[in-house]
DNA sequence: TGTAGTGTTTACCAACCGGTCAAATTATCG
DNA sequence: CGATAATTTGACCGGTTGGTAAACACTACA
């Protein structure tokens, strides 16, 4: 009788965690492609396979679902970030970086989709987040780079702004995948696409990081 | 009688001109906040200052009025990138492009997250207009730049990723404002982000494309 | 001033949407 | 098995949305 969000103190039963995998999945697969306001309940509720009062019996809302959605996929996207390591090498740190961020994009377009989605909107459910817990990984990520480019290992450049390129850059090819191959023709498979895009911004950002010769 | 969609052929009158535009206006104003299944009709007209009806006097769907809206606003984006020069000075180039696609996401956020809004949702009104003029556009773009490196005057490079990459790093000040806000925090004030974003970009894009000492 | 066309508004509608409810079905466990 | 709780469903509801109908007002011009 109870629903099970307001039984979460107890354990939750398999057959709830995965049907709660189920919407998020279907979910996520709606909002990505239509938005907040674009997709409908209805939408997701066949996605999911199961009938909409089914689907409200999870999550009561369809807030409610796009919370729980949007928090994990927030919370995943700042992994590589947080792999960055101030004690790795710098060249090779941005490197890797800079291919896991694209390889997300590649693999997990429509959570790109989805943070794009809420972002353009101005973030109203995130808000929190993103001055909270984003801003603060930022903030330390960029103290190291500066470390760097002070010691001498890279050059010296605006931190906050770096990290912002590799940003758009990367998730560019998960966001505006649809113009991205409207310009390279579609013959180009996609094996093809992300590995030039690789090879296109290691040298972008590599080539313009290390440290060379300094003249003119 | 005849709505003046119907009358075209006619001369619009100047009545119809400044309407067209009010609505269009207040029409790019929601549209760009909310995407397009999240704008209502009732909102432009309010925005725009008129009753719903009158406003469907003039454009008869909410589809009609997205599509206006669009296709004006892919024209002029693609204005700064019809301006590069083949004949101008190689790296001189990409600086004032780089330069005018930064100051239109300063200047016309709206109109870039219109366009964002439309590409993240699959592109279904403008696929067309991608895979013909846009293409068609980038690609001859893309040779100029291919024939410099050829010539020897900016490094080798892919030139289509390098203008995606253009792109994305500049429109991502407009798209993703919230969250550049939120992680430069409050008291930059907008002058200096956009300073501070340009110097960044050009040592970015114009430090890695000069020719310089070659050797690892 | 009459009238035809242009522009505007009030009232309205059918479809859709998020969400509820009560009843039915199924799983759990003594 | 019996009983209790968990899950699922069809029917439904109030509010919103895109769009329409028709009357009304304004303007230009004979």
Redesign the pocket.
């Known amino acids: 009788?109870?629903?099970?969000r307001a039984?979460r103190t107890?354990r939750r039963?398999?057959?709830?965690e995965q049907?709660e995998e189920r919407i998020l999945e279907a979910a996520l697969e709606v909002f990505s492609l239509h938005g907040y306001?674009g997709?409908?309940?209805?939408?997701i509720a066949e996605v999911a396979g199961?009938?909409?009062?089914?689907l409200?019996?999870?999550f009561?809302?369809?807030?409610?679902?796009h919370r729980a959605l949007i928090t994990r996929v927030l919370d995943t996207w700042l992994d590589p970030l947080r792999e960055f390591d101030a004690e790795g090498n710098p060249v090779a740190e941005f490197r890797s970086y800079i291919r896991r961020k694209l390889e997300m994009a590649r693999d997990f377009p429509r959570e790109s989709r989805l943070f794009a989605n809420e972002v353009l909107r101005g973030a109203p459910n995130i808000e929190d987040e993103l001055k909270g817990p984003l801003k603060a990984l930022v903030d330390e990520k960029a103290a190291v780079i500066r470390a760097w480019a002070k010691a001498g290992k890279i050059v010296a450049c605006d931190p906050y702004h770096l990290i912002f390129s590799i940003w758009s850059t990367t998730q560019h090819y998960a966001d505006f995948d649809v113009q991205v191959r409207a310009v390279l023709g579609e013959e180009k498979a996609d094996e093809s696409r992300f590995d030039d895009a690789a090879r296109f911004l290691e040298q972008l950002f590599i080539g313009g990081l290390q440290i060379r010769d300094q003249g003119s």
Chains 1, 2 share one sequence.
């Open positions: 009788m109870v629903p099970p039984a107890q039963t398999r057959i709830q049907k306001r997709a409908t309940v209805d939408q199961m009938s909409k009062p089914n409200l019996y999870y009561r809302t369809k807030e409610a679902m």
